[in-house]
């Protein structure tokens, strides 16, 4: 690492705020004119082998051990418990390494979603090679300073304009005061996305506003109306807005009440002319109960309805915990591979549409992460 340093000059390249760590390497290895392989050989270099397993060209991500943690910190004279803070997968140890056996490195698929940093916003870091990539997390998904939906692609910097579509930008203010006013909130917002998943695949593929949504976000990425039906855009106001009732506590006492006073029905008919009043369909009430009226016991429906299953949980709930209401069964989450919902929601040949959605950076980004049941892996979606 001395006679990396010696060559080249040391370089202040610091990290941005949730960056990959994959990402800020590669910024630093950019800045120091070397391979991204040589920078992390020449910085881990010492007495004990040096191990660094794929390439920068193969995952956009880069795990380290605690003996490569210590040196990358002592090549950018920055103290790891700095860089953990700013890089959220620069620790712990991925499952893949081992802390004793000298310096390793692997460069992995990441561990959540991650997206493209806006790119006015990150100008000073980034680039015509080397884009900023961070983890969105929550909500971090758009940049509303510069009206921008983040997509994910590590070679260039990405994002769709909002401009156009000013009811995602309001969505998304309401989802940051969801995320401040309740802990749960990423977990209620998955719940949501399950909900309104379930409508896009029962009849609402057609629904003029999000076919105008995804026609927007065609044109914005180059790609077709179709590759573009099952991206988290088209829907998002919509999820934002069933989340907000489901999270909302007054809403928990008026549909306890209403089951208690009027039964079931009651208070699912209810909850549903709430999300068609915020929706903007007022046919939503109507046409839902219509599909589920065949149904003779609630559980039967609940199995396949995420709306149901969470109102008997609701209902039955008591003084269980809260966090177990949004423990949902991962087959009713909505699906994680983007073909799958591709799948479900276009009639087109799935193949050329999820190419298409592929070279228009779709199919990475941000997704609402479910919480599952226990004996249940937990995924992104």
């Known amino acids: 690492m001395e006679d990396l340093v010696a060559v080249h000059a040391l370089v202040r390249v610091p990290p941005v705020s949730q960056e990959l760590t994959g990402s800020w390497v590669g910024r630093l290895a950019q800045a120091y004119g070397l391979p991204v392989q040589d920078l992390l050989r020449g910085a881990f270099s010492g007495p004990r082998p040096v191990k660094v397993t794929g390439a920068f060209q193969t995952a ?60 006015p916003c990150t100008r000073r870091s980034w680039s015509p090679r080397q884009p900023v990539l961070v ?3 929550a909500a971090g998904h758009v940049c509303r300073r510069h009206r921008r939906w983040l997509l994910a692609d590590a070679r260039i910097s990405v994002s769709a304009p909002l401009q156009a579509l000013p009811e995602v930008l309001a969505a998304h203010r309401h989802h940051t ?48 109306a179709a590759s573009a039906a099952a991206h988290a855009l088209v829907p998002y106001p919509e999820t934002i807005a069933v989340a907000r009732v489901l999270g909302d506590r007054h ?13 079931f029905r009651a208070a699912h008919g209810l909850l549903l002319e709430e999300f068609g009043r915020r929706t903007g369909r007022p046919w939503l009430s109507d046409w839902m109960i219509a599909r589920t009226r065949t149904c003779t016991r609630r559980g ?82």
């Open 135 to 137: 983890y969105p997390g």
């Open 177 to 224: 005061s969801l995320l401040r006013a309740r802990p749960q909130a990423a977990e209620v917002v998955a719940l949501a996305s399950a909900v309104v998943w379930s409508w896009q695949v029962q009849g609402w593929k057609g629904d003029p506003i999000w076919r105008r949504r995804a026609v927007a976000l065609a044109s914005f990425t180059g790609c077709s």
């Open 251 to 263: 809403w928990h006492q008026r549909l306890r009440t209403a089951a208690a006073g009027q039964g």
């Open 300 to 381: 039967s429906a609940a199995e396949h309805d995420p709306l149901l299953w969470w109102l008997e949980r609701l209902l039955a709930s008591g003084d269980a915990p809260e966090e177990e209401l949004w423990r949902m069964p991962a087959s009713l989450a909505r699906p994680h591979q983007f073909g799958d919902r591709v799948a479900l929601s276009v009639g087109s040949p799935i193949r050329p549409v999820i190419d298409d959605a592929r070279a228009a950076f779709l199919t990475g980004g941000w997704e609402p992460t479910i919480v599952t049941g226990p004996g249940e892996a937990a995924s992104c979606r």
């Open 60 to 119: 956009p991500e880069v795990f380290l051990n605690e003996p490569a943690r210590a040196a990358l910190g002592r090549l950018t004279r920055t103290p790891p418990a700095r860089l953990h803070e700013l890089l959220p997968s620069f620790a712990p140890t991925h499952e893949r390494l081992t802390d004793g056996i000298g310096p390793q490195a692997g460069w992995f698929s990441p561990r959540r979603a991650w997206v493209t940093a806006c790119l």
